[in-house]
């Protein structure tokens, strides 16, 4: 009876479309993109990002089929509450983004209203060293959601101008 319910429960959630995080294939139309002005962090999760596709990032301009050009580019980390002692409690992060996006001919596509992306943690005063690497994995996390949000808003502009 457990083994069909087992059996049951993954047909069940492989119909419905559920997948775990961080494991859908990019299902990216480019064959190379080019990134131009980004920091080192965004550029690491675009190569990891695009590594599940057959798309690539593009040495020059001219060979890739979207280009990305990142104007401006901040990270902000913000105290919410203080403790007792005057130590931080919260921590508020944020990752604001502006970018242009341009297709192979190099033309403009519309709709590049600036990424905002907040997170907010408890800030442990007793365990430093685990929050400080807690906020590195977040921090990857808002570059990694940066990217999926400029590939897909790639994608939907292209699939209007095609139309």
Same mark, same amino acid.
């Given at each position: 009876?457990?083994?069909?319910?087992?059996?049951?429960?993954?047909?069940?959630?492989?119909?419905?479309?559920?997948? &775990?995080?961080?494991?859908?294939? *990019?299902? +990216?139309? #480019?064959?190379?993109?080019?990134?131009?002005?980004?920091?080192?962090?965004?550029?690491?999760? #675009? /190569?990891?990002?695009?590594?599940?596709?057959?798309?690539?990032?593009?040495? @020059?301009?001219?060979? *890739?089929?979207?280009?990305?050009? +990142?104007?401006?580019?901040?990270? !902000? =980390?913000? +105290?919410? %509450?203080? !403790?007792?002692?005057?130590?931080? !409690?919260?921590?508020?992060?944020?990752? =604001?983004?502006?970018?242009? &996006?341009?297709?192979?001919?190099? *033309?403009?596509?519309?709709? @590049? /209203?600036?990424?905002?992306?907040? =997170?907010?943690?408890?800030? /442990?005063?007793?365990?430093?060293?685990?929050?400080? !690497?807690?906020?590195?994995?977040? $921090? $990857?996390?808002?570059?990694?959601?940066?990217? =999926? %949000?400029?590939?897909?808003? *790639?994608?939907?502009?292209?699939?209007?101008?095609?139309?």
């Amino acid at each position: 009876m457990k083994k069909l319910f087992i059996v049951l429960l993954a047909c069940w959630l492989s119909a419905c479309g559920y997948h &775990l995080r961080g494991t859908e294939q *990019a299902s +990216v139309k #480019f064959k190379k993109v080019y990134i131009e002005g980004a920091s080192e962090a965004l550029r690491e999760q #675009f /190569d990891e990002i695009l590594k599940l596709s057959s798309t690539r990032v593009a040495k @020059n301009a001219k060979e *890739a089929d979207l280009h990305i050009k +990142v104007d401006d580019e901040k990270y !902000n =980390r913000r +105290v919410v %509450s203080l !403790n007792f002692s005057g130590r931080s !409690n919260q921590l508020e992060l944020s990752y =604001r983004l502006k970018f242009q &996006l341009a297709g192979a001919d190099n *033309a403009p596509l519309p709709s @590049n /209203d600036p990424l905002l992306i907040t =997170r907010e943690f408890f800030n /442990d005063q007793q365990d430093i060293l685990a929050k400080n !690497n807690e906020e590195g994995v977040i $921090r $990857r996390e808002m570059y990694r959601q940066a990217v =999926r %949000s400029i590939l897909d808003r *790639a994608k939907a502009q292209i699939q209007a101008k095609a139309k």
